[in-house]
């Protein structure tokens, strides 16, 4: 037989129950939510990319050419996602977490200071690395922590909680640059990402490890 077979309806009168159950945010375990919480951590110190742009623009670089900080950032990004990827079967994922982390304070330091153009370019090389050293790294790392049966709630969650504080980040650094100046948007970022790496530190070596 061919086809989807629809559920049968719920009698009258019953409500559905939510698909998340109590026991089962149990069962993700600490290392889970740990997790949820460094990578939140990560994604408001990155926030959007377009404050890469305005990066850019700040220090005088022609309009024409500001789009291409994005093609810049991307390439180093996929050029470094492979090597990171298998750097990641051959050594502890926490400590490249970590490394990776090391990259996004790199880059806002960089970018809270540049006032030339090439000073933003080495920012966005760097924040392209951060992107391929993390990215993937973190879905493998919550793809190891929790039962095999959970992993797609628990990636659910974690796309949940890291895409709201993507938009809590935006929104902070658009204030911060509007209402203090770009070096402070990208310092506040650097503060974030050095609260990430306390995480991983504290916890990597015998949970992440």
Do not use: C, K
């Not at 998340?20 to 069962?27: N, Q, S, T, V």
């Not at 990259?103 to 951060?130: K, N, R, S, Y």
Request: proline content about 3%; aromatic content about 10%.
């Amino acid at each position: 037989m061919y086809g989807v077979q629809e559920p049968a309806a719920a009698p009258e009168g019953r409500r559905r129950q939510f698909p998340i159950w109590r026991a089962d945010l149990a069962r993700l375990g600490v290392a889970f939510w740990w997790l949820v919480g460094i990578a939140t951590l990560v994604t408001l110190a990155r926030f959007s990319e377009a404050f890469l742009l305005l990066a850019a623009q700040h220090v005088g670089m022609a309009v024409a050419l500001i789009p291409g900080v994005l093609v810049l950032m991307n390439i180093a990004y996929a050029a470094s996602a492979y090597p990171f990827g298998r750097l990641a079967d051959r050594m502890s994922r926490g400590a490249l977490l970590a490394m990776g982390i090391i990259f996004l304070i790199a880059a806002d330091i960089v970018l809270a200071t540049a006032a030339e153009v090439w000073q933003v370019m080495v920012g966005v090389v760097i924040w392209g690395l951060h992107m391929g050293a993390t990215q993937g790294l973190l879905s493998a790392i919550i793809a190891d922590v929790v039962p095999a049966d959970l992993r797609g709630t628990a990636f659910g969650l974690y796309s949940l909680v890291t895409g709201a504080a993507l938009l809590a980040a935006s929104v902070i650094a658009g204030l911060f640059w509007t209402e203090v100046g770009p070096a402070a948007t990208f310092a506040a970022g650097a503060i974030f990402a050095v609260l990430a790496l306390v995480g991983v530190t504290l916890q990597y070596a015998n949970r992440l490890s």
